[in-house]
């Protein structure tokens, strides 16, 4: 294998791929370099019904498949692996992989992704994409008129509440701390408690999430007192506990922010000369498949541009 290319794309989601459609198509040398496993957030989700061009709805390992069909259609290479180290100047940038593996380019796109934290039960895990999610806008159309839960005291776990209740009949918000600790801001928590729609439960943790195919209630702890209770009426379990950037291996490449995210300097550049960046690795605000789409194909325009002065 030649493992010279004009750019580098780190990571196999939907802003990844979208880059490579891009600048394969504008005969640049691409590579991919997807993860392991490949495909990111979307390979965990079911139905995508918000992405346009599909009226029916797509499932998310089938919406990345077609993605990439569409990237190898203009022989853009893959390494399904996971990227450890990037170093290197701009014009020369190389990437080692899990496995050992080194390729060298001119330009990087980053484009890892974030990753939802989660509880870590068996139960939840087992649950995934089976009433157990971590992305309300993505999911919460499946439960309409329905009795959910929401676990997190943050932000996220407010506007995930508020914005399920045009979907569920009633949301609990379970809070492992009290009314006085949570870390929601004081407007977007004060939306949550005027909605008639949504219950708080102090002090409670999710001990199991019940059913064997589909969830089909909660075994939550009161962290006081340690009584166990079941909430047998609850269909769906929205996590939002927070998310984690991957970005890891870039820590003392490029600046991050102070919770790890890709900082920004100039559209889709970053702080390095020659390394762009896409997707939920910089952005963790609107988190969908289609921005992230979007975003790919930005940084794959900029990257296109900074190396028409270094190709030919
Ligand atoms: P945060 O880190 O702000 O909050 C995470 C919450 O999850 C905390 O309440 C924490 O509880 C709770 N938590 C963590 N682990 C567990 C666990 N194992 N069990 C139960 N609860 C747990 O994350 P967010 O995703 O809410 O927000 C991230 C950033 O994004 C913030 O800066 C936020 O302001 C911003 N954001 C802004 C929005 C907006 O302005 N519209 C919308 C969404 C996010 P504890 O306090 O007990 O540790």
Redesign the pocket.
Known sequence: MDKLFDIIIIGGGPAGLTAAIYTSRAFLKTAVIAGNPPGGQLMLTTDVDNFPGFPDGIVGPDLISSFRVQAEKYETFFLDENTVKISGEPGNFVVTTDSGQTLQSKAVIVATGASA?W??LESEQRLRGKGVSACATCDGFFFKGQTIAV?????????EATFLTRFANKVLV????TKE?????KI?RQRAFDNPRIEFLFNT??SEVLGDTVVAGLRVKDNLTGEEKTLDNVTGLFV????KPNTDFLKDFVELDH?GYVKITDNTRTSKEGVFVAGDVSD??YRQAVTAAGFGCMAALDAEKYLSGHVG
Do not use: C, P, Q, Y
Request: proline letters at 0%; charged letters at 25%.
């Open positions: 934290k509880l870590n676990v997190g005291a943050g932000d996220a776990a407010m506007e379970l809070v492992r701390g600790t949570m870390r929601a801001s977007m943790e999710v939002a506990i927070g998310h919770v963790f605000r």
